[in-house]
Structure formats: C-alpha cells, structure tokens
T-cell receptor, first 114, second 111 residues
C-alpha cells in the first residue's frame, strides 16, 4: 500500500508556456500533499504544502503566482508552473502524507524548459 | 532554522561490507524518515522511525530523539544499495507533517 503516482514523468517545453504536473495517491486518501524541487546532486527542497479544499502554504522564497497548486480531492494535487523559463528546469517530486506512516513519494517529474 | 546534517557525505564500499550512516538534527522532532533515492530519482521509504529501533532485512535504523540523532545500518551491502540516502525530519514546533531533508549520503557499492 501507500502508492503515489506522478504524471508526466518528464516534459520538455518552450520558454513562456505553462506545464501542469499531477500527483495522485492511488490507494489511500491524503488530506495533505507536498511539492518538492531537487537540483542535480542536491537535497530536496520543500516548495509548498497542499491541503485538500484550501489554499496551499508556500515556503519562503517560492513564488505562489509562478507555482500554482490545486488540491481538488483527497487523492489529487496538481502543480502548474506558469510561464516557465529555463531556470525553472528541475526535478519536481510530490508526496502524500499518511498518518503514523509518514510521507510517500511519487516518482518525480523532470522538467526541461528550452 | 533546523539543521539536518548527514555523514558521511560520500561512501564507497565493496560488496559485502557493512556501513553506518548518521543523521544529526538540531531541534526536537515528531517524525523522522529514512529514504533511498535510486538512480532514476525515485524516493523509496526505508523507515518511519521517530524513536527506537527497527529492522527490515539487511537494513536497520535507530533514532535517539533525546540526543537528536538517527543511525541507518546497512549490512552485507549489494550493488543495488547504491544511490543517495536521505533522512528527513518533521519538527514538533511546526504542527504540520512537512519534512525537512538532510544533506544526503551518496553510497556506491562495487562488486
């Protein structure tokens, strides 16, 4: 149990376009999901906490208008990178929290902005 | 803010060797998890261990919350153990489940 999927697994887009990444908890309900960003050979950096039915909570330094998060149901959260630029290229990973078991992570989405 | 430091940063082993990875944290935590990130980037849950000792096959972990550290033991290492190992903590003061990740230990196991 505790499987989290993420789609797409990789995406290449032109500068200025928007990209949507989906994160789903497949076999449990998650009132809280999280979005992380990871640069090569670095650790994971928390971007935001996504709460079902309410606004996301963003970490300091993360532009909420740039990274739009929607948590429409107990099994789905989406991250939209708006007007993407090359500096937004990164590995984006979501996770879903399960009480007394911690967080479970999706396989990640590799975004390349040309 | 909280600091989560892991040591060693890099570790090279021959297959069959044992190793101990350490995670130090600077504040009281209500959750601590160990993960293995494989070469494709997938984070695999190893242990949810805010305190005490757990074992799963060749891996075991111990968290001493009062002394603010956790240890991950890998015995009889295999080439498939290669990758980056992260510990991550959730602070009692946050009142949320959000995790702060450590700096990671990069492990390479050679045949």
């Amino acid at each position: 149990g505790a499987v989290v999927s993420q789609h797409p697994s990789w995406v290449i887009c032109k500068s200025g376009t928007s990209v949507k990444i989906e994160c789903r908890s497949l076999d449990f309900q998650a009132t809280t999901m999280f979005w992380y960003r990871q640069f090569p050979k670095q650790s994971l950096m928390l971007m935001a906490t996504s709460n079902e039915g309410s606004k996301a909570t963003y970490e300091q330094g993360v532009e909420k208008d740039k990274f739009l998060i929607n948590h429409a149901s107990l099994t789905l959260s989406t991250l939209t990178v708006t007007s993407a630029h090359p500096e937004d290229s990164s590995f984006y990973i979501c996770s879903a929290a399960r009480r007394t078991s911690g967080q479970f992570f999706g396989p990640g989405t590799r975004l390349t902005v040309l | 803010g909280i600091q989560v430091e892991q040591s060693p940063p890099d570790l090279i082993l021959q297959e069959g060797a044992n190793s101990t990875l350490r995670c130090n944290f600077s504040d009281s935590v209500n959750n601590l998890q160990w993960f293995h990130q494989n070469p494709w980037g997938q984070l695999i849950n190893l242990f949810y261990i805010p305190s005490g000792t757990k074992q799963n096959g060749r891996l075991s972990a111990t968290t001493v919350a009062t002394e603010r550290y956790s240890l991950l033991y890998i015995s009889s290492s295999q080439t498939t153990d290669s990758g980056v190992y992260f510990c991550a903590v959730s602070l009692q003061s946050y009142n949320t489940d959000k995790l702060i990740f450590g700096t990671g230990t990069r492990l390479q196991v050679f045949p």
